[in-house]
């Protein structure tokens, strides 16, 4: 049997990988120093994940961190502490492959930024305005460099507003030189096996700053598409606002999902946040049978109380 492998990091990144080398024959184990795996994604939805892929980890490690590395001819020798205080660690282990996947960090203080006047953070940001210009006006910046969420179509949107404004301003066009960067949510997708994908408000972050939801969960048992695709593990989860101020008619506030092509749909959730849709609009608006998409309209259903399709509770 070949060594393990050891991912660091049971991040988004780091759980991808690790999908796809444990497809391919690696065993892996995962250490993260935080208290579970996925961070920034609601806990029960991670939980219908991890049940999932329960199999292709020996071992997770969590609320530890790694301390050294060191290559001997057997392999990478491995030591590990814990995160906390007063916890415990697993003993050193040698490793066939350690795939790092943490620590991505800007590069702002490596690019010689401050030569053009550009100011850099202490940790190597570029702090930009809502038309993405430094404090250099001629100078813009977009990207991984500019803050988080550091992802791909954060990213391109942050290039679009930056090129607008630049060309609108050299052409003397007053809307193109007013574009600006207000987008109110960013969908993160987990793209392993099944995708975990969530955007806006989460539950957890609901609970934790004592904003009042109301939650719509479509378990997709009772989808007849993932039933049919033999993955009907995954749910879909929408949150709207449920305060006093909102009547009962409280706009969509964030949504996650658990499940194949997850990811393929959050942007209908994100849509749906942009426009202020509520459960009703949501709910009402026709999606097509039989479908994983489906499941978003039927969860609104959930949160309004007229969904026919919901299996009855179990006694
Ligand atoms: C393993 C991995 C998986 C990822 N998966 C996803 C995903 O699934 N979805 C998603 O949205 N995001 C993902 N990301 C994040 C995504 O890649 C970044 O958010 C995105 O590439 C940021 O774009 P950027 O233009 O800011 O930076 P980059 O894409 O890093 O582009 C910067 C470019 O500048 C070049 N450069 C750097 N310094 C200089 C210099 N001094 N002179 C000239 N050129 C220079 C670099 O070589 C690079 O080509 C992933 C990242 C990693 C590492």
Request: aromatic fraction near 4%; charge should be negative.
């Amino acid at each position: 049997m070949l060594p393990p492998w050891l991912i660091l990091g049971g991040g988004i990144i780091g759980l991808e990988m690790g999908t796809v080398y444990s497809t391919l024959g690696a065993r892996l184990d995962v250490v993260e120093m935080l208290d579970g795996l996925m961070q920034g994604a609601d806990r029960d939805l991670v939980k219908i994940w991890q049940k999932m892929n329960a199999k292709r980890f020996d071992n997770i490690m969590l609320k530890t961190k790694t301390v050294s590395a060191r290559a001997l001819p057997e392999g990478i020798e491995v030591t590990f502490a814990p995160a906390e205080e007063g916890g415990t660690a697993p003993a050193p282990q040698v490793y066939d492959l350690v795939l790092q996947a943490v620590g991505r960090t800007p590069n702002g203080k490596k690019i010689a930024a401050d030569k053009a006047g550009v100011a850099v953070t202490d940790r190597g940001f570029i702090n930009v305005d809502i038309q993405m210009r430094t404090n250099v006006p001629h100078i813009f910046a977009i990207g991984d460099i500019v803050g988080q969420p550091m992802l791909a179509h954060k990213a391109v949107h942050e290039a679009h507003v930056a090129a607008e404004v630049i060309a609108g301003e050299l052409q003397g066009n007053k809307e193109l030189a007013a574009a600006a960067f207000n987008a109110r949510v960013i969908p993160s997708v987990a793209y392993t096996d099944p995708e975990v994908a969530w955007v806006g408000l989460t539950e957890d972050q609901a609970k934790a700053q004592g904003i009042k939801v109301k939650k719509g969960l479509f378990p997709w048992t009772a989808s007849g598409r993932a039933i049919a695709n033999g993955r009907d593990e995954g749910v879909t989860k929408l949150l709207f606002d449920d305060s006093p101020e909102a009547h009962g008619h409280g706009k969509i506030l964030g949504g996650g999902m658990v499940g194949t092509h997850a990811g393929d749909m959050i942007g209908e959730i994100a849509l749906a946040i942009e426009m202020g849709a509520d459960a009703v609009d949501i709910g009402k608006t026709i999606h097509p049978h039989p479908t994983l998409g489906e499941s978003i309209g039927m969860a609104a259903e959930v949160a309004h109380g007229s969904c026919t399709d919901v299996p009855p509770a179990r006694k």
